[in-house]
């Protein structure tokens, strides 16, 4: 290795290049070695695990970055945590955090020596031990990167609010093809570069995916330097073969960002107006598989997309490749690296930083650490007066609305509200009157609460939002998310990851709790007056409780004051994902503060005041989940006490969708005895919900009296209409629950049949209205709950 002009001293790159040797010997140990970790032998096929599993080609890269930054972070005393966007890179993480002792402080087994060496090798993509990705088990990780293209909308959250903080944030050539990836760059529009810390893009310019070249690099360099600036960045271009030339082009690249970024924060420190800088940012473009096998069986691998995962697939048969093998690990000189006892020797413990200065180690990187708890402002002093049931008219979020803004008023550091160009059509916009949309781009006269600082994130990227919200609360921070029901769909695999990574941390005890991610679903399937079709599908839902019961909660609040309540339990819950669904429209309210309060401890219950039954065995259960469904059902309920009087009726409103599971399948279920206190053995139940009805089926199907459970939901049946033309389009309207009542109730049939008649009659008469009037018939649309 020849010495190269640049920044690093003789011994300075010695030591830098010795550490990444080390990482890639590490690295390499992990995918194939099961034993004889030093090759203190040759190796044999028995040293080689049986089934070669990981990913080398992005290691390298992954560590030759890790270990220019330890150097900058020494140098500077930087706080900096480190996101792997190519996170199948694992064993180069690990690699990392193991020559930092981190590792064994925390898994004191895979100790700091040739046992624990062996050991680190095992573990790695073996049954019982880690996984092949930086799962939440490595320390420094708050990104996993098993699904691509969430690297630098992570940064960004975690950058927020965190002037101290540089986040270095790797994002693969393969990986910034991806939607999300490709609409992250733009980020720094909403990054405050005196409040907020600063991200550090590198573009990880490998040249590969799996099995096809990266898009970003066959494209000539100068478009994609313009394409950068384009998005705001001075792009440092860090490109080669030669290790001796590539750590002095970086170790310069590197200062020259780092410098800049100072320059940039000092100067929007200063005081004067903030506005957008040119970030700057690099791009590393090293081959893939670098330092790996250059050929194998007469084929080019290094450099190619072949380098992927293992290079060397025979080892274990194939002499030639477990030669190979040997030959690659040597390559590193890992009798320099390691002493006689295979711990790292002293020239490598000195280059990375002490304590909570190492990335594999800052607190950030395990927000529960840094996590305080919001000052949340008395809910109940929010709440609308409710003399009787459905005797006030409110706008459910509107209301939160009020209570939100002191929230965001009394945390001016540790909360903020993202979503989608949303909050003020989803009724949040008392918020404005605290706070502004942070936007450090272009602002004009006539913008409206947009300014460089706010406490509110609003871009039309729903991974954006996520992947914001998401970095800010895995670093110990709180939020919420503000969003069409029908769009969240968008992100339902992020969610899938989130909810992933929450379930794992549950049981790694190293990890300290985070705030709950929360979905404040508005503008729902049934007030989509404006919208339609497109906008009409309750079906997050459906999707978020196929995961993990411990950690997913559904509230459906079926009113203004509930909703209060139930988010405020929200914003005070620990490692979950919770989804709210309330309306903005106004509606009813029917529960006064204490009983809202009452209702939500609950989670489900009879509503007396609704119901016939006298406190005894009742003839018919109504149920009800949601809003809109709880409105039809009481409606209901009003019908049948007065056409009806003998029939006893029991109102049964649901409010947190888990309690329908039994306590074995869920911590919120309710034991079966208690449901079959109040759902009845074997009475017939019509309940009226709020999304697709197999879905109350799939939570309740254990129940005894599932085979009388009757429900009504939404089937995919929308179009812009008035509201109650909707729910008849979707039999949820108050005359299909009545008929469902008298086609459920044994003995009701012919005694009824006038009724009935009347019920289809009064459809029809509702229908015509909106075709005629173009609105709903006065007498559904004025209906309250009788005083
Ligand atoms: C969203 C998503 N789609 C597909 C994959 C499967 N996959 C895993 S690695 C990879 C290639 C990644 O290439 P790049 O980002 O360039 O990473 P590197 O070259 O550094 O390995 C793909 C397609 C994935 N993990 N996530
Ligand atoms: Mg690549």
């Known amino acids: 290795m020849e010495t190269m002009t640049g920044p690093l001293t003789e011994p300075e790159l010695r030591a830098l290049d010795a550490y990444w040797r080390a990482a890639n010997y590490l690295t390499a140990g992990q995918i194939y070695l099961l034993d004889n970790p030093l090759l203190r032998e040759s190796l044999r096929p028995e040293h080689i695990k049986p089934r070669l599993l990981g990913h080398w080609g992005t290691s390298p890269g992954l560590n030759l970055l890790y270990a220019h930054l330890n150097r900058a972070i020494v140098a500077r005393d930087l706080n900096v945590i480190y996101i792997t966007g190519p996170g199948h890179g694992g064993p180069a993480l690990v690699a990392n955090t193991w020559l930092e002792g981190t590792y064994s402080e925390l898994y004191p087994s895979v100790s700091l020596d040739e046992t624990g060496m062996a050991r680190l090798f095992r573990q790695f993509s ?30 960004h959250g975690a950058a927020f609010d965190n002037p101290d903080l540089l986040v270095a944030c790797v994002i693969g050539d393969g990986e910034a093809e991806t939607g999300p990836l490709a609409g992250s760059w733009l980020s720094n529009v909403f990054l405050n570069p005196a409040r907020d810390g600063a991200v550090l893009p590198i573009l990880h310019l490998n040249g590969y995916k799996i099995a096809n070249p990266a898009v970003l690099a066959r494209i000539p360099e100068p478009d994609l330097r313009s394409m950068l600036r384009g998005y705001g960045y001075d792009p440092l271009l860090v490109a080669g073969d030669d290790p001796a030339v590539v750590h002095q082009e970086l170790a310069a690249a590197l200062d020259q960002a780092l410098d800049r970024i100072a320059a940039i924060q000092r100067e929007a420190r200063a005081g004067g107006p903030v506005h957008r800088p040119r970030w700057p940012m690099l791009v590393l473009r090293t081959p893939k598989g670098w330092t790996g096998p250059a050929e194998v069986d007469g084929v080019p691998v290094s450099g190619t997309w072949r380098s992927h995962q293992v290079p060397l697939a025979e080892v274990r048969t194939n002499p030639a490749h477990l030669a190979a093998l040997e030959r690659w690990l040597r390559s590193y000189q890992p009798e320099e690296l390691f002493d006689a006892t295979g711990a790292p020797v002293p020239a490598l413990r000195a280059l990375p930083p002490r304590g909570t200065r190492r990335m594999s180690a800052n607190p950030h990187a395990n927000g529960g650490l840094l996590l305080r708890d919001l000052v949340l402002p008395d809910f109940r002093e929010y709440g609308v007066p409710v003399p009787r049931p459905g005797g006030t008219t409110a706008e459910a979020t509107r209301v939160l609305g009020g209570w939100l803004r002191d929230v965001i008023r009394a945390n001016p550091d540790r909360f903020r509200l993202f979503g989608p160009d949303e909050v003020a059509s989803n009724r949040l916009g008392a918020a ?18 947009l300014a460089a600082h706010g406490r509110v994130v609003e871009v039309l990227s729903e991974h954006q939002c996520q992947g914001f919200l998401e970095g800010y609360l895995l670093t110990g921070r709180h939020g919420l998310f503000t969003s069409y029901e029908a769009f969240i769909h968008i992100v339902d695999s992020m969610f899938n990851q989130h909810a992933k990574w929450l379930k794992v941390t549950n049981h790694v005890p190293w990890r300290r709790p985070v705030a709950s991610l929360t979905y404040l679903l508005s503008s729902h399937v049934w007030q989509q007056d404006h919208n339609g079709f497109s906008h009409q599908d309750p079906g997050f839902i459906d999707h978020v409780v196929n995961k993990k019961a411990e950690v997913v909660r559904v509230y459906l609040p079926p009113d203004a004051n509930t909703l209060l309540p139930v988010l405020d339990q929200c914003l005070r819950s620990r490692q979950y994902v919770n989804v709210v669904v309330a309306g903005k429209q106004p509606a009813p309210a029917w529960l006064d503060l204490d009983a809202a ?92 919900f709020h999304g697709y009805p197999w879905l109350i089926h799939r939570l309740t199907y254990r129940r005894t009296n599932h085979p009388h459970l009757h429900v009504r939901g939404y089937k995919e049946e929308g179009t812009t209409t008035t509201p109650f033309d909707m729910v008849m389009l979707n039999d949820l309207d108050r005359f299909h629950l009545v008929i469902d009542v008298i086609d459920r109730v044994p003995g009701l049939g012919p005694a009824t049949a006038g009724l009935r008649q009347e019920m289809m009659d009064a459809r029809f008469e509702c229908r015509d209205h909106t075709r005629r009037y173009g609105e709903d018939a006065p007498l559904v649309r004025d209906w309250t709950w009788p005083s």
Request: charge should be negative; hydrophobic fraction near 40%.
């Open 432 to 449: 404005f009157e605290v706070t502004d949309r942070e936007f450090v781009a272009d602002r004009l006269p006539g913008d409206e609460h």
């Open 126 to 155: 073996f049954p019982g031990g880690i996984p092949s990705h930086v799962a939440p088990e490595v320390p420094g990780s708050i990104h996993e990167g098993g699904e691509l293209g969430y690297s630098l909308a992570h940064a």
């Open 597 to 688: 309060v009452r209702h939500c401890q609950r989670g489900l219950g009879i509503w007396d005041w609704a119901s016939t039954d006298g406190g005894g065995e009742p003839d018919v259960v109504l149920a009800c989940a949601g809003d809109v469904p709880t409105r039809e059902t009481l409606a209901a309920a009003d019908l049948l006490r007065r056409r009806l009087p003998q029939l006893k009726v029991r109102v049964v409103n649901v409010v947190n969708l888990m309690r329908l599971q039994p306590d074995t399948e869920h911590p919120d279920g309710l034991p079966d005895r208690l449901f079959d206190t109040v759902f009845t053995r074997d009475q017939p139940i019509i309940f009226a």
